[in-house]
């Protein structure tokens, strides 16, 4: 009965590879988002979805591609990977994306590039 | 732009001791103010929050108040436990509904 799950937990990939993150919740929300928390734990938004459209898209590489083919679900698409791209990537949930309404987070995927 | 800063870390304290967390921030328009709490491993989750001026949160034992004439939420705990230990982060939230975070203080509770 998670409310925002996150897969896979931990990515450990090359350089140059292609890798997605899943994210869903069941929460009913109509909002959900993706965070990066860099090694000094600073979290920044990277985008925001609103029943499936595009709100948010905060100067983030065009090699990073959300998607989101329900309202519950928004997947994360990256394309020929970095070094720079190693972090934990937060999912997050709201209800109707309102600045009063708390975000309900997932517990991260860990990504590591070699 | 809109800003969040936090006192740095890490703050260590023994048990039952008191605490407060530093947050101040800059922002145009009314945001809302959070306070979460990272544990090791997890995600993030909401200690507590206030979306207008004097408003005050609370939770498990936490409080902050919303000061706008100093555009401050600092956080307070009158009595920490070792279980408290855990990375805190301010957060305040625009027009956009983007959450905008300080820069996360760890805590560290000695028994």
């Known amino acids: 009965d998670t409310a925002v799950s996150q897969t896979p937990k931990y990515l450990v990939t090359q350089m140059g590879n292609d890798k997605s993150i899943k994210c869903e919740q069941n929460?009913?929300?109509?909002?959900m988002y993706w965070y990066k928390q860099d090694s000094k734990k600073f979290l920044k938004i990277m985008f925001s979805y609103n029943n499936k459209e595009l709100i948010i898209n905060e100067t983030v590489p065009n090699r990073f591609s959300p998607k989101s083919p329900d309202k519950a679900h928004l997947n994360l698409h990256i394309n020929s990977l970095e070094l720079g791209d190693s972090a934990v990537y937060f999912c997050?949930?709201?209800?109707?994306?309102?600045?009063?309404?708390?975000?309900?987070f997932g517990d991260g995927t860990r990504l590591s590039i070699l | 732009g809109n800003s969040v800063t936090q006192m740095e870390g890490p703050v260590t304290l023994s048990e039952e001791a008191f605490l407060t967390i530093n947050c101040t921030y800059t922002?145009?328009?009314?945001?809302?103010l959070f306070w979460y709490v990272q544990y090791p491993g997890e995600g993030l989750q909401l200690l507590l929050k206030?979306?207008?001026?004097?408003d005050k949160g609370s939770n498990k034992g936490f409080e902050a108040t919303y000061r706008k004439e100093t555009t401050s939420f600092h956080l307070e705990k009158g009595s920490v436990q070792v279980s408290d230990s855990a990375v805190y982060f301010c957060?305040?939230?625009?027009?956009?509904?983007?959450?905008?975070f300080g820069q996360g203080t760890t805590l560290q509770v000695k028994p």
């Open positions: 957060a305040l939230s625009d027009y956009t509904g983007k959450l905008i």
């Open positions: 997050a949930s709201s209800p109707s994306g309102g600045s009063n309404q708390p975000q309900h």
């Open positions: 206030a979306t207008k001026a004097d």
């Open positions: 929460l009913g929300h109509d909002t």
């Open positions: 922002a145009t328009g009314y945001p809302s």
